[in-house]
């Protein structure tokens, strides 16, 4: 008898008929409190050697359409390595075709990044005597927001800042900062060592742990999309932002990036803050050479694809990068990876990766280290 569940850690799939493997009926589950939804990840059990055909018959109604063009779910049988499969959008549904070579299989929307992974990815970097862990506080649900400050605070360092997951259903953002901390970390990394040397690292690997145990796309248990939140958090609706912002305003900072995923765009690119008041030719050609820079010491990044440019004191104040950029007068950024594969340098067999995230990860600090005489924030008010 085939079987479909989705009670753990990240999992979300309602399962409406699993009688007949060439028509296995589900829709995905809205977001907590929200109307968002396109995230999925559920186990198949007991269709070995059996063609299966699921359709999740929702996907019409998903919040962003665009992202089952040219897109191919990902399966894995040990929850390890993760490939894609046959799939197609058609009549409203989003359909997956797979014949499970074992009794169990997981489908996901993108390799997914659990929480107890998460919790593995904070202990072993908390075993670095590089590092100080610490826990900002709580969670609507009570889980830790985790911080890690990563180098020793002595002499007029300046102090960058990085987060990911704002959006839970983005995992390919942990699975980049998993290979970004794995590089940091390095004891035999001369990159690292010399910005260890020169600056203090803050880094958030997951701002949305109870969107993240549930199985949401972008938003928190209150329903709040916490990247529409950083211009007035309060504890009881986004405290994760409430927190990360309070804590900025105690460090300063001198560099932000956030690192998110996009449904649409087969691309990894950057998202600048050139909408908000105080952008200026400056600040333009510092955000013009990061990018290029960027391009240069990896190709899975790219310059020519990304969302349109707000115009100057046009911005959404309420997102990270423009709040950030504005009040702190530094370089702020979002990065966008892609749920499917890239055009640019596609991979059949597993399109963007979770491996592939973690390289990306892993090369920013050359960018970094390249331009790191020009990050520097102003005194904030």
């Not at 990270?320 to 340098?345: I, Q, W």
């Amino acid at each position: 008898m085939i079987q479909i569940s989705s009670n753990f850690d990240g999992g979300n799939i309602i399962c409406d008929s699993s009688d007949d493997p060439a028509n296995i009926s589900l829709r995905i589950r809205p977001d907590t409190k929200a109307d968002f939804f396109q995230w999925f990840y559920f186990r198949l059990n007991g269709a070995k050697g059996v063609d299966c055909k699921m359709r999740l018959t929702n996907a019409k109604d998903a919040s962003y359409l665009r992202g089952w063009e040219d897109y191919r779910a990902v399966a894995s049988y040990d929850r390890e390595n993760w490939f894609r499969v046959d799939t197609e959008y058609k009549d409203g549904k989003l359909i997956l075709n797979h014949r499970p070579e074992f009794d169990s299989i997981y489908f996901a929307y993108f390799a997914p990044y659990s929480m107890e992974r998460h919790a593995d990815l904070i202990a072993r970097a908390g075993q670095s005597p590089r590092v100080t862990h610490s826990v900002m506080g709580r969670t609507v649900d009570g889980q830790d927001m985790d911080l890690l400050t990563i180098g020793e605070a002595r002499g007029n360092k300046r102090n960058f800042w990085l987060i990911a997951r704002q959006h839970p259903g983005e995992t390919m953002a942990e699975w980049w900062m998993d290979g970004f901390l794995g590089r940091l970390l390095d004891p035999n990394d001369a990159v690292a060592n010399a910005l260890l040397d020169r600056a203090i690292f803050h880094v958030v690997p997951n701002m949305n742990p109870d969107g993240s145990r549930s199985g949401n796309l972008r938003t928190n248990a209150t329903g709040a999309n916490l990247n529409r939140e950083w211009q007035d958090p309060d504890m009881k609706r986004s405290p994760e932002v409430y927190l990360v912002r309070e804590k900025m305003r105690e460090t300063g900072v001198d560099f932000c990036l956030d690192v998110h995923g996009d449904e649409g765009l087969p691309h990894n690119f950057i998202a600048g803050p050139e909408g908000v008041p105080s952008w200026d030719a400056q600040k333009d050609m510092l955000l013009t050479d990061f990018k290029r820079t960027w391009q240069q010491v990896n190709p899975d990044f790219q310059t020519r694809h990304g969302y349109p440019i707000a115009k100057k004191g046009q911005g959404n104040m309420t997102i990270c990068v423009n709040h950030v950029s504005e009040y702190f007068g530094c370089l702020a950024m979002t990065l966008e990876m892609p749920f499917k594969d890239t055009a640019d340098r596609p991979n059949h067999q597993y399109g963007w990766s979770p491996g592939r995230s973690g390289k990306l990860g892993a090369s920013v600090l050359d960018v970094i280290y390249k331009e790191f005489d020009r990050l520097e924030g102003e005194d904030a008010e």
